[in-house]
């Protein structure tokens, strides 16, 4: 299997802000704690999502067409179109 040696340290941080990319949309905060507790780390590490920090760059539309957090969100987790459930902090 895969070893993730910071797993405990992201975990403790739980949450992590992501810029929105798109102009008055509010920023998204990252549960690490919520999702490891649903998902495990395996599910998104090291693929879709870099275990390096930041250097993963997602789009919305790529999430709508099911890559990244869409693996998951439309299917088995919460719609994609419930915009405020991610994008929670203000601008």
């Not at 999702?35 to 919305?60: I, Q, R």
Request: net charge positive.
């Amino acid at each position: 299997g895969v070893s993730f040696p910071k797993r405990k340290m992201q975990i403790e941080k739980s949450n992590v802000n992501l810029a929105a990319k798109i102009e008055g949309m509010q920023d998204i905060i990252f549960s690490h704690k919520d999702h490891a507790a649903w998902t495990g780390c395996e599910m998104c590490h090291p693929d879709p999502w870099s275990v390096k920090g930041k250097t993963t760059k997602a789009t919305m539309e790529e999430i709508f067409q099911g890559k990244y957090c869409g693996i998951c969100h439309g299917k088995a987790a919460f719609p994609l179109t419930d915009c405020g459930r991610c994008h929670l902090k203000s601008v």
